[in-house]
């Protein structure tokens, strides 16, 4: 009964959640109400938006060293994820069968596990960080903690289920995959996504003024 | 609820734009902005936090327009937003924060979180949480046309002195000349040289310029107190008076804010674009220089740095222009560390030196600049805002230091080559 | 890791070895009667004669070592037919630390247990002062509190694995327990390396406080100040904390190195390699969790004020003169004391808005 509610009803009740939820979330912003910037501009609004999107993953090199805490573990993350979550080979079989009808090359099971391990590394660090130092932990909302603990959640579950020999322990990965897909476009983690037209705005706005932001 | 806080939060509800929904949703509280902000870093308060700084305005967007603030409110669970909401920001926002921008440059989900600090603060000026000085700053400007009182009288005695020391017209209420000068108050109080200095350069370089009776000032307290209403009013009055005047440009004078509220916000404070153009006065003395009309002689021998305002140079986009004027002049020029659009400001911009209340903040807050200048082992500090200017040498003063502020257009005028004698 | 040493064991078996197994056994039911005198009619007293089967089974089973053949299969030890010590092994597991690990880590509860209600929590002589000393850095803090974590984490998943057999197959069921197992296993290998990079971590950044100096050797045979009138003197580190640091890094180290090599099977390991690695990983970490469980003690009720050190990296004035007193002089001297009010507002409380949260 349960393994027919997580692979059926529920994960297409996630899936709908998610991606309902994130277009609807992105479309208050993009298709927001916005008035024209009547100034005269400088230099390229477009030009400035499309580099501040990329620039921004390397930190301007004033304030690197001050944040290295940040930078490291922060990579070590989402690199990490990023990796496991479409280049491990359970799940590029999953998004094969069950989402997309193609797949392509995995990494191999040792690289598999190493992005893993960056994974885990990075994220316990991060919240560890974000309790241990006062200004995170004066600006920090429960979102952040219940989003950091959800996200380790959903990996440790697939950790357990590593082996792929026992149905309970996918169940319980997928189970918690479902519950972060349902809780993700009202939290935080939309940060995935909103950070690309926050980027772009703001490198918009340099943009105009002839600063590379 | 209060009328002040309905105000106030009625201000912020008009606020909140796409920009503001992208900003929130994107921030992670990671905390990188406050190791920009040296009203953070010279304290180590975590509530000098720049993106701290914005939590009336985060309430309220978490209330009204997130997923779980309009279920609790639904559900009859939600706080309500107080007065102490808007009061209890009221010194992190005017006292700990110059509107510099430098955490707007780290934010790495690229939050705007100086933009949002202005939005912040015109919901708390419309609210009345503001300091006094601002407020008197700001009823001084609207009432008499400058924040330090000063008259078109004030100016005029300025003006026969410059007159007097160059023996060049000072030319007021010229209809259609090229160029209308803008003064700020700090200028012509606290150093009319300045003034002096355009003359003598506008009259070397044969510069079509005038100044107005109606339209002298170019600071703007309304953009400092955040009262888009009160700044939209002042930008008018240089409107209504560079429209009379037939003039094609309009010249924003030493002075950080006056820049931003001139050229950038100014149009979409009217609603309306400009009939003419608006440079820094730094960006006409290097299109002159460009183009060969500033001749110039000898050099400055002193080992100097240049501290770039932030409103001119990272919030308005002036940045490769000082250099170009101060370079070819100074033999022993030396770069601050971080410095260009990611300077340090000197801490009393965005109306902080105008709030007495925020004196010994601004002092310690100081000391970031002054650990640059201690770094460099320099003589000078060159500048090219008078607010900047003064609360370097305010600075200095305290802290003992043996260092000589100095303005780039002085400099410029120092050494000109003088044509009239050749 | 016993899935994996299970594969390997019948993957030698299975082969082509099954038939000279098959052929054993054929010959097994003849080895009852291998010395027996058979009685004949032309020799009423018995003649003996050996059985050839019996002689092969001697030479493989009867001897301290295992014998080495050859085998068409080849890798590490596939000319083992059978491992004499295999028995040996499976009850010196069983015997030893199977059967110590509990009694170990029950007998350090205990002994707690009875310190706390004797000795109760350490309290500082004259109390808080409420004037602090920073005494950790943020990433100090931060590898502490990693390290903490993820070795927690090991420790219980190790002992699920190490005890589960005799104590948690009689609690929860076999069914539960192999949920259980696998997912402690995939952790715990999971993790490992992980331990070994946090201990890194901790290894470079904690170094040069705890180098040995003068005056430990005093604190030691003080007993850490329960010998004597209580007062000892201490550095930054005392003795009892360099003692349990470098516990931690060569232990730490000796576990890693050695589940490095149990995780791994493919680097040529034979069984003797596997089961020393077996050994020192299995006692090293019961000796590191008896230890820890000690140490998180101490670092939270045991001692008063210990605990905000590793919280907020910052400590009483009075907690460091009570337990480090040379740091204390030195803390003294560079004015690094900041003040009640002044601690308040370096954690975002406004001093005299202390209940009001601003987030």
């Known amino acids: 009964m349960i393994e027919y509610l997580i692979d059926g009803p529920l994960w297409y009740f996630s899936l709908a959640v998610f991606c309902i939820g994130v277009l609807w979330q992105l479309a208050r912003i993009v298709f927001a109400r916005s008035k024209t910037d009547l100034s005269v501009a400088r230099g390229s609004a477009t030009g400035g938006a499309w580099r501040n999107v990329f620039s921004r993953f390397v930190p301007h090199h004033e304030i690197a060293p001050q944040i290295r805490i940040q930078v490291v573990a922060g990579y070590l993350f989402h690199l990490g994820l990023f990796a496991l979550l479409f280049f491990a080979a359970p799940h590029v079989l999953f998004l094969e069968e069950n989402l997309l009808g193609f797949g392509w090359t995995p990494m191999p099971h040792w690289a598999f596990i190493v992005s893993a391990q960056f994974a885990f590394l990075g994220l316990i660090m991060l919240w560890l960080r974000r309790v241990v130092n006062p200004v995170s932990r004066l600006i920090s909302t429960l979102d952040d903690h219940v989003a950091a603990i959800l996200t380790f959640v959903v990996m440790l579950t697939g950790c357990f289920a590593l082996l792929e020999g026992s149905t309970a322990l996918r169940l319980l990965h997928r189970f918690t995959v479902e519950i972060w897909l349902i809780y993700f476009p009202f939290s935080a983690l939309m940060h995935t996504f909103t950070f690309v037209p926050s980027r772009a705005f703001t490198g918009a706005w340099f943009g105009r003024r002839g600063i590379d932001a | 609820m209060s009328e002040r806080l309905e105000r106030g939060l009625e201000t912020l509800r008009g606020e909140i734009d796409g920009k503001v929904k992208s900003f929130f949703s994107s921030c992670v509280h990671c905390g990188i902005c406050a190791e920009a902000c040296l009203f953070y870093t010279e304290t180590n308060d975590p509530r000098y936090t720049p993106i701290y700084k914005t939590e009336p305005l985060r309430k309220l967007w978490q209330k009204e327009y997130s997923f779980w603030g309009k279920l609790s409110s639904a559900l009859g669970i939600s706080k309500p937003m107080t007065e102490a909401d808007l009061a209890d920001w009221e010194e992190l926002v005017y006292d700990g924060c110059s509107m510099c921008g430098r955490c707007s440059m780290v934010c790495p989900v690229g939050v705007d979180i100086s933009m949002i600090i202005f939005k912040v603060k015109h919901g708390l000026a419309k609210a009345g949480f503001s300091p006094e000085g601002l407020v008197g700053a700001t009823q001084r400007a609207v009432d008499i046309g400058s924040p330090m009182g000063i008259t078109m009288k004030a100016v005029e005695a300025t003006i026969k002195h410059v007159e007097a020391n160059t023996g060049l017209k000072v030319p007021l209420d010229v209809e259609g000349a090229d160029y209308l000068a803008l003064l700020s108050s700090n200028e012509i109080a606290l150093y009319p040289e300045y003034i002096e200095s355009i003359t003598r350069i506008f009259d070397h370089a044969g510069v079509s310029w005038t100044l107005s009776s109606e339209a002298y000032e170019a600071t703007n307290s309304g953009l400092q107190i955040g009262n888009k209403t009160i700044a939209g009013q002042l930008v008018q009055r240089v409107v209504d008076g560079a429209e009379k005047l037939k003039v094609k440009n309009v010249i924003s004078p030493e002075c950080g804010h006056a820049y931003t509220a001139l050229r950038w916000e100014g149009p979409n404070f009217i609603g309306k674009a400009y009939p003419f153009r608006v440079v820094h006065i730094l960006e006409l003395l290097d299109e002159l220089r460009a183009e060969g009309r500033l001749e110039t002689t000898g050099m400055e021998h002193e080992r100097l740095t240049f501290h770039d305002p932030c409103s001119i140079v990272r919030r308005g986009g002036v940045e490769a222009q000082p250099r170009n004027l101060l370079q070819p002049l100074a033999e022993n020029f030396v770069e601050m560390t971080d410095h260009g659009a990611m300077n340090w400001c000197c801490g009393g911009g965005g109306g902080v030196s105008s709030n007495e209340r925020a004196e010994e903040l601004k002092l310690t807050a100081f000391n970031k600049k002054k650990s640059q200048i201690d770094a460099l082992n320099v003589d000078a500090v060159v500048t090219a805002c008078s607010n900047c200017r003064m609360v370097m040498e305010e600075g200095v003063e305290v802290n003992e230091m043996e260092v000589e502020l100095l303005g780039l257009t002085e400099i410029i005028a120092g050494h000109l080559v003088d044509k009239r004698s050749q | ?359």
């Open chain 3, 1 to 359: 890791m016993a899935y994996l040493l299970q594969k390997y064991f019948f993957s030698y078996l299975t082969r082509p070895a099954s038939i000279i197994l098959l052929s054993l056994s054929l010959l097994l039911p003849q080895l009852s009667n291998a010395a027996v005198p058979q009685k004949h009619e032309d020799f009423p007293q018995g003649v003996s004669a050996v059985n050839p089967g019996s002689e092969l089974w001697r030479e493989v089973r009867q001897r301290d070592l295992p014998v080495t053949g050859v085998s068409q299969v080849k890798g590490v030890e596939t000319g083992v037919l059978i491992n004499p010590r295999g028995d040996q092994w499976a009850r010196f597991r069983i015997e030893n630390p199977v059967k110590y690990a509990p009694m170990v880590l029950g007998a350090v509860f205990l002994v707690l247990l009875l310190f706390f209600v004797m000795r109760g929590k350490v309290g500082i002589e004259g109390g808080m002062s409420g004037r602090m000393v920073k005494r950790f850095t943020d990433y100090e803090r931060i590898v502490h509190w990693t390290l903490a974590i993820v070795f927690l984490f090991l420790a219980i998943t190790g002992l699920i694995l190490l005890l589960g057999r005799p104590l948690l197959i009689p609690l929860f069921g076999k069914e539960f327990f192999s949920l259980l197992a696998s997912a402690s296993k995939e952790g715990h290998n999971l993790f490992g390396p992980i331990f070994l990079v946090s201990l890194l971590m901790m290894l470079f950044s904690f170094m040069k406080r705890n180098i040995y100096e003068k005056g430990d050797l005093t604190w030691l045979l003080k007993g850490g100040g329960f010998i004597g009138d209580g007062h000892v003197s201490g550095g930054f580190f005392n003795m009892g904390e360099k003692t349990w640091y470098w516990m931690v890094i060569l232990i730490g180290l000796a576990i890693s190195i050695s589940g490095l090599i149990l995780v791994s099977p493919n680097f040529g390991q034979g069984r003797v390699v596997m089961e020393i690695s077996h050994v020192v990983h299995v006692f090293g970490a019961i000796i590191l969790t008896a230890v820890s469980i000690g140490h998180m003690y101490m670092g939270s009720i045991g001692s008063e004020g210990s605990l905000e050190g590793m919280k907020s990296g910052y400590v009483d004035i009075n907690w460091v003169e009570a337990h480090h007193d040379r740091w204390a002089k030195e803390c003294n001297e560079n004015e690094q004391v900041v003040s009640a009010e002044e601690y308040a507002r370096l954690q975002g409380r406004q001093p005299d808005k202390a209940m009001e949260k601003g987030a």
